[in-house]
């Protein structure tokens, strides 16, 4: 399987990143610790080879958060969160509904550059993220398990996808995100951030003899968060 070209642009942005920690080493800086808290809608699809004809699917995100500034600029944010993936069939033609929506624990670790003033700061994240789904449930308002009794089915509309059982939980890519933070009393702020995840796991049989050869997930979250400066 060849790499996207996205982990390239995401590794060799990373080794900027850690140069400037390299080159900042000298500067005197005291180091900051933050602690939080977060939560926000999640809009996500799922990439399949051959394709199927879907939309977004509307989910949430929530979780806790970890930052370590070290530098005047550039510092390390992990997470641990909840959040809804998967992706609705596109049936719009039709008053059938199906969509998919699967659960992870993700844990995010990326590279944090922020810059702007004491009160008002803008940032970008960026870094690897694994996952693992906890759970994976169908909501449809017809027997997807026998679609010949469907009278409304599309045609050419593909099938194999609606009840294949998962075989992999584990998801692992790379997710970046921008946004603004507003620093409240010099130990309290809220954020506003959009992200991106490109996921680069499949979470169905991806050999030569099945049927999908690509089933990844990827998803635009929009999240609204408070941190408290411990130190």
């Not at 180091?31 to 509307?58: A, C, D, I, W």
């Not at 969160?81 to 699967?102: A, I, M, P, V």
């Not at 507003?182 to 030569?208: D, H, M, Q, W």
Request: aromatic letters at 14%; glycine letters at 10%.
């Amino acid at each position: 399987m060849k790499i996207p070209h996205l982990i390239y642009i995401a590794v060799a942005t990373m080794l900027c990143v850690f140069g400037a920690f390299d080159a900042a080493a000298q500067r005197h800086y005291k180091p900051h610790v933050h602690v939080g808290v977060h939560g926000g809608m999640s809009m996500s699809r799922t990439s399949f080879y051959p394709s199927v004809k879907e939309q977004m699917l509307n989910g949430f995100q929530a979780g806790v958060s970890f930052r370590y500034a070290e530098e005047r600029h550039v510092g390390l944010l992990a997470e641990l969160n909840l959040t809804q993936r998967g992706w609705k069939e596109d049936l719009r033609e039709t008053s059938l509904e199906y969509h998919r929506r699967l659960t992870y624990i993700e844990l995010p670790v990326m590279t944090h550059i922020f810059f702007g003033s004491r009160v008002v700061k803008g940032f970008f994240n960026l870094g690897p993220q694994i996952g693992y789904m906890i759970s994976d449930g169908i909501t449809a308002n017809f027997d997807y398990a026998n679609i010949g009794s469907v009278a409304q089915w599309p045609e050419n509309h593909r099938t194999e996808q609606l009840d294949m059982k998962i075989s992999r939980r584990f998801d692992y890519g790379i997710t970046a995100g921008a946004g603004v933070e507003f620093v409240i009393a010099r130990r309290n702020c809220v954020y506003l951030e959009g992200r991106y995840y490109y996921g680069l796991g499949n979470i169905f049989p991806s050999t030569k003899k099945d049927y999908f050869s690509a089933s990844r997930g990827s998803s635009i979250l929009v999240t609204a968060g408070y941190r408290f400066r411990l130190k």
